[in-house]
């Protein structure tokens, strides 16, 4: 079936270096979700990207959306302490409306 | 309205026992999902309604898993018989028909003693 892999599992970094997680689906999706979860928290949508070569930006958040709309990846710039936490990628089917899920990107940050 | 709203945040009980999820979605949203989460892994969806009509169920929910959304409003997710297995942050999460993003409730923490 239809699925998005997500890598890398954990991103250790210090905290001012650069981060980045990277979707890839076996199949073209509808648009692209990102998600943020916080330790102990639940996942807060942080943007859709839908059109094919899309870029968006949030401050130090970088997204993008592959030409083939078959990956995608989220670039954090510097991260901070703030940063932390789960960065999950979710593809649209667009057949039911449901998200399927990468398996998430941890950052942590090395102290 | 604050958006997805859980309860109970926290339940405790014994093996064998039933237990019952509430879920209010954000109002105009027509889209509600379940999904179950546990440590160190993504959300595992459970089940899917439109308005009152439930859509989709996992294959991987036992007979012992039912949800509920009467009148397309609040939906209840209810555990039969209740196994140490079933441990589990369950979440919430509802959409509209124009935006596509999910809204997540803060979850119900679920312990099978």
């Known amino acids: 079936g239809q699925q998005v892999m997500q890598i890398p599992q954990y991103q250790h970094v210090q905290e001012g270096e650069d981060f980045t997680t990277y979707c890839n689906s076996s199949?073209?999706?509808?648009?692209i979700q990102w998600y943020k979860q916080r330790p102990g928290g639940h996942p807060v949508f942080l943007i859709q990207l839908v059109k094919s070569g899309e870029v968006k930006k949030q401050k130090r958040l970088t997204f993008q959306f592959g030409e083939a709309k078959k990956n995608s990846s989220l670039h954090i710039t510097a991260t901070q302490t703030t940063d932390v936490g789960t960065y999950f990628c979710?593809?649209?089917?667009?057949?039911?409306?449901?998200?399927?899920w990468g398996a998430g990107t941890k950052l942590i940050i090395k102290p | 309205d604050t958006g997805v709203s859980q309860n109970p945040r926290h339940k405790i009980t014994k093996r064998g026992q039933n237990v019952t999820f509430r879920c209010d979605p954000i109002?105009?949203?027509?889209?509600l999902y379940w999904y179950r989460q546990t440590l160190g892994q993504g959300p595992e969806f459970l089940t899917y309604f439109q308005n009152e009509a439930q859509l989709e169920k996992s294959r991987l929910l036992s007979d012992r898993f039912s949800a509920e959304r009467p009148k397309g409003s609040f939906s209840t997710l209810e555990i039969q018989r209740t196994e140490q297995g079933d441990s589990a942050m369950y979440l919430c999460?509802?959409?509209?028909?124009?935006?596509?993003?999910?809204?997540f409730g803060s979850g119900t923490r679920l312990t099978v003693v």
């Open positions: 979710a593809g649209l089917r667009a057949s039911n409306y449901q998200l399927i």
């Open positions: 999460a509802s959409s509209s028909s124009d935006w596509y993003g999910y809204t």
């Open positions: 109002s105009e949203h027509n889209r």
């Open positions: 199949t073209t999706l509808s648009n």
